[in-house]
């Protein structure tokens, strides 16, 4: 990717999906190459991803699907699927693929579990620890057990994907304001007039990492969304890649 | 990778050096849907900043049976920006007796394009209620922006050819059923496509332009829903010609909705 100026450096893609989805809705299959190619057109440099099957399938697919696509390249860094129980065996899964991050769907196989401590604190308590960050998408989870669990569980980092579509993001913040860990994915869900920099205002310029939505969405929309949102050019970097990149860095493995 | 100019300025976060019209947005809200800001130079703030001329504006509570507050409110906006704003009518759908007043005092007060939405009343574009707004709306020839998402299309097809006036203006098209949205521009001329849609599926504006909708492709973002900087992108940044790009971001609007000539050297 060449331009003349860019507002920012590069951008760090916080909620990509990758591998085959139960049926092809996409022109393309969302492979490396497509995410890849579509990425080319953006300063969009680097991408957390998860693997697509784990929507529909069991972790253990989503996993293989990172580590067959991602190997041998370093921009694009899996997210590691988990479930809660036998959770050390997992988080060394995850650091022996090189991965630095999880994430966990409620309700996978149709057996729903809640993010209540007695539920998953052997997890948490894991990740809490060694600062790793899980990314949860807003759409299937029960925003009190996340309460719940970040009370428990204070200095658990949570990153929040898939915001509401439509209004402010009136429960995110009553989280945001209780759990100094939590934080929110600025992307396509999530374009309300004048949000980005409210939000920024509000919570400081610490608390929002940045997606695009990829498989299925317009990357250009949520590049132009934080580019022309009128945030500082600190608040647009910080967002853009810095805070996820330091996230990243600090986790303890 | 090469990028056309107005991908240059949109990823330097520049204003966008063409004519945009940004076809669909609301002032006000409803009760599920708090807002951070909801002021008019609040829009003004947003369009300066992505490059956008005119912005075209329904009042929230004219879609919900407010109408008289509705144009209080909109009219406001307009006479406070009105080179920028421009105001759709509303009319109480719900409330038949008052549609013909409501019609003509947006009329009256400079106003010449219609805002409907099936929810307002919950009643279906083939409700009776709404046959004195669609001849009034036909006499006038004025355009009407529509709520849509797929479902109400069999209720509004037939309206399209006894209203041969009205430039029917499909919201949100592509948001499901694109095949439709394109079958229904493609059939009747006074059908056109309106492209606001907050989850931004991945390719609807090329999908339309293949099938030969340029011409009747509309702009719009749904601000204050949504966020104007945010679905600009959409059509800046999708894969077709740069001239292509001129007519859907504005060109396109000022013929069918405002109805003013741009000259020839304006793009």
């Known amino acids: 990717m060449t331009s003349s100026k860019l507002a920012v450096e590069r951008l760090f893609a916080c909620d990509a999906l990758l591998g085959r989805p139960p049926a092809l809705i996409y022109e393309n299959e969302p492979t490396l190459a497509d995410m890849k190619a579509r990425f080319e057109r953006f300063p969009i440099a680097r991408a957390l991803v998860r693997g697509m099957p784990g929507l529909y399938t069991d972790t253990s697919l989503a996993n293989a699907t990172l580590l067959e696509n991602l190997a041998g390249q370093d921009a694009f860094e899996g997210v590691w699927m988990v479930t809660p129980d036998d959770a050390a065996p997992q988080i060394e899964a995850m650091a022996a693929a090189g991965m630095r991050s999880v994430w966990m769907k409620g309700d996978t196989n149709y057996i729903r579990f809640p993010l209540y401590p007695w539920c998953c604190g052997e997890l948490f308590d894991i990740l809490q620890e060694k600062r790793i960050p899980l990314l949860l998408s807003w759409r299937m989870i029960e925003p009190n057990e996340l309460h719940e669990a970040m009370k428990a569980f204070p200095k658990m980092r949570v990153i929040i994907l898939d915001g509401a579509r439509l209004g402010r993001q009136v429960m995110v913040e009553a989280l945001l304001k209780t759990h100094p860990e939590l934080y929110f994915c600025f992307s396509t869900s999530f374009s309300l007039h004048g949000g980005y920099s409210e939000l920024c205002k509000r919570y400081g310029i610490h608390r929002w990492v940045w997606g695009c939505g990829y498989p299925d969405s317009e990357e250009g929309a949520s590049v132009t969304g934080l580019f022309y949102s009128g945030i500082e050019q600190e608040a647009l970097e910080a967002v853009a890649h810095g805070n996820i990149e330091r996230l990243l860095s600090e986790v303890q493995i | ?267």
């Open chain 2, 1 to 267: 990778m090469k990028h056309d100019i107005l991908e240059q300025q949109a990823l330097a976060g520049l204003p966008l050096e063409c004519y945009v019209v940004d076809s669909h947005a609301h002032i006000g809200t409803g009760p599920s849907f708090p807002l951070y800001r909801n002021d008019v130079d609040s829009f003004i703030e947003s369009m300066d900043r992505i490059g956008c001329d005119v912005c075209c504006i329904s009042p929230y509570a004219g879609l919900k049976n407010y109408a008289d507050i509705g144009l209080r409110e909109i009219v406001a906006a307009v006479e406070r920006y009105p080179d920028r704003i421009f105001g759709y009518i509303t009319a109480d759908v719900g409330y038949p007796e008052s549609i013909e007043r409501q019609i003509k005092t947006g009329l009256a007060a400079g106003l010449t394009a219609m805002k409907i939405h099936v929810s307002s009343a919950r009643l279906p574009y083939s409700h009776p209620n709404y046959v004195k707004l669609f001849e009034l709306a036909n006499e006038h020839a004025l355009p009407i922006l529509i709520h849509t998402w797929g479902a109400e299309l069999p209720d509004l097809e037939p309206l399209f050819p006894r209203y041969p006036k009205i430039t029917f203006v499909l919201g949100h098209a592509g948001s499901c059923q694109r095949e439709k949205y394109a079958e229904l521009a493609l059939r009747y001329d006074n059908v056109c496509l309106e492209l606001c849609f907050s989850a931004s599926p991945k390719g609807i504006v090329e999908y339309f332009v293949r099938r030969g909708l340029v011409d009747k492709m509309l702009w719009g973002s749904d601000t204050n829903f949504y966020s104007c900087e945010h679905q600009i992108g959409r059509v800046v940044f999708a894969d077709i010609d740069l001239g292509d790009k001129y007519k859907i971001l504005g060109r396109n609007a000022a013929r069918l909705i405002l109805k003013r000539e741009l000259p020839e050297s304006y793009i």
